[in-house]
């Protein structure tokens, strides 16, 4: 054995040196590491002493708090929203700041807002005419931030200036590290009907005379000053959404006396504006863990429609270290509540919904709330709020710090498809799963969509099917084919700034999910990915990650290099698409074939310098003998003889038979590198499996070779057979090749 290893030694060293001499020969050129496997350091940012090269927050990481204390009112009858704020800055970073952004995200709604004007759009050929108005006619509703006045805290008026959604406190003096500014706002907007006009809030009215009011975004609020960038001051076109500081809220809202409120943080005067009845209900809820039940019942709901209240009541709400406020109010709303238990520590499960959710909303609405709590509170850390609220609101689907509005309505008559009832689950969970990710692992939304909505729809999938084993889920691999596959000039790669993302759905939300999925179930495994993906969570509580904290977080926590997944999932555009390009059956001889004797015969080895050795023989070569396929390899002497030497027992025992040797080459025509599963059907119906890392592509990006020993003879040899990868074109990805290409198809439809 050794001389044929010695003989084989010096074919490769030949090999090697004509390879070397015709290397000499051609013209020297430059090389740039184009490689699928290049590292990422050059795209990453410089690890400092804000963020470690592990992803975590550095020992000098800082980050603002912004404190408010509101008072809020209501105007029903002209739908105004009046407001006036006092607002505490701290200023942790070691800048001196010059001035303070503050977003006015109403503004986007102002007469004149450019919002509309980057839109491009053509002619419709049918409008309503409310659109025609707005559109044709130039009709715009003033929804705009009407500033009164801005304040210090002696009453002196102070300096500021607006640019459209972005407005900038002049500060009299440089604000250094650790001292603060306080400063006030009165203001006051018209409320959007959000079903004529669009937008993440406002109200939808009702026949009855009565509206729903679901409101956020509707208070000036700091922008965010991180080390990354100093001021996020982005504008705000209506798509990105928000980067925020954490801060405390005390909010006081005076609405009718008949609405039915709740918003972010702990109600502070429950007793005095429940009844005697609802208040015992509200107390009783606090322990009922097994299903929902009403604070506010159907019947008191649909009495308060009856009626319109000119008095008014003030709701009192406080929240601690929180990014956002945002309430719905209306008296149209009832009322259910279940208890959760998240390890030991009871979370409150709310809804608020009108008679037009049930019986949908009875039936789901906290339940769902609850589930996702407690899915989301394993993946990622033990939910830290009291509560979380879902509310019933047409048309919409957005999150506040556990507070969110969701759509999913029934037919007037109470019916309702799968299709709404999946649609309103899905959305339950998403937007209830937000309060993880951004409302607690605060990325920001305005630069890296995927951050919070790529990231949170991934976890939604696992609470989607702990809720319901038959959940249709969306964001699978093979969800995401038809994206991937389709016209590459109108895909964005996933690090794209918010506003400038083509098909916002699958590349900010689906493409995303589909990758983390796909990291957990077929390239890391879930013990793995669980366990860092629950160490970025935890990092990153109550901060501001990057996307380079991401990465870096999951490689430090796994032990696994991914940076060929970043780079290709979310640096590009390119696509998964690997076939079987040819399989070729060997059987074994233990004499030297003609191939083998004219290999020895090339390089000058004599059929004697082989030592002892086995031979493969191609099925489809000129000298293959039928009798290979009777003889088991373990019987040729020089096999067996080795095995009897120098096997024992045990390792006897886990030798498997290789009566059949199949050489595989698998072809790469997509340009993303990925793991190649393989399963192999056998003639008896047994099927196994393989998988090979996507390293295996480091050397040749076009083509690799695999050789398989089996005991029995393969049937049918399938790549990916479920699709886990996102192969955007599976007429490949058999042998032999039972499905016709896309191009067959198209001519066997025009057939």
Known sequence: ???????????????????????????????????????????????????????????????????????????????????????????????????????LDQNVRAKDSQSPDQRSEGVNTVYSPEDFTKKIMGHKFDGGFNIEHVKDVNGKDVSYMINRTMMRINLPKPLLQGETYEFSIKWWYNINNYIAEGGRSGYEPFESGNNIYVIAQFFPRLAVYSDIEGWQNLQFWGRGEFALEFGDY??????????????????????????????????????????????????????????????????????????DFAFATSRKFMWDAMAVDVNGKTVMAYSLFSKEGNPLWEEHSTRVVAQTLKTYSRMTFDYPYHKAISVHARRQGMEYPMICFNYGRPKPDGTYSDRVKYGMIGVIVHEVGHNFFPMIVNSDERRWTWMDEGINSFVEMLAEYEYDPNFPVRSLPSGVVGYMGGDQSRISPIMTQSNNIYQF????????????????????????????????????MFKHPSPADFFRTMEDASAFDLDWFWRGWFYTTDWNDIAIKDVNLFYVTDKPTPEALELAKRYGITPEQFGPALFLVNEKSEVFDENLKSVEPEDYTVLSGHINEHLDEEAKAELTSAKYIYEVTFSKPGGLVMPIIVEFEFEDGTKERKQFPAQIWRFNDKEVMKVFGFDKKIKSITVDPENELADIDESNNSWPNAKPSKFEEFKNSKK
């Open 250 to 323: 005390d909010v006081n809202i005076t609405v009718p006396a008949d609405h039915v409120m709740n918003a972010t943080g702990v109600l502070q005067n429950t007793k005095k504006l429940l009844s005697k009845k609802q208040y015992k209900r509200f107390e009783k809820a606090q322990k009922t863990f097994d299903n929902p039940m009403y604070i506010v019942t159907p019947e008191e709901a649909l009495e308060a429609e009856k009626g319109r209240s000119k008095k008014t009541k003030t709701w009192h709400f406080k929240a601690q270290n929180v990014r």
């Open 505 to 540: 759905g699958s590349n900010a939300y689906a493409k995303p999910a589909a990758g983390l999925w796909m990291l957990r179930k077929s390239i890391m495994g879930e013990e793995l990915f669980d366990f860092a993906f629950r160490t970025y969570a935890r990092r990153w």
């Open 1 to 103: 054995m050794r001389r044929f290893t010695k003989s084989l030694l010096s074919l490769l060293l030949i090999s090697s040196s004509m390879f070397a001499q015709e290397a000499e020969n051609q013209e020297k050129k430059g090389h740039y590491n184009t490689s699928k496997f290049k590292q990422l350091d050059d795209v990453l940012p410089t690890p400092n002493m804000y963020r470690t090269g592990s992803g975590a927050p550095g020992a000098h990481y800082t980050q603002q708090k912004v404190d408010y204390v509101m008072n809020l009112r209501l105007d029903e009858d002209k739908n105004r929203l009046y407001g006036e704020e006092n607002i505490t800055y701290h200023n942790n970073s070691q800048d001196p700041l010059e001035y303070l952004w503050v977003q």
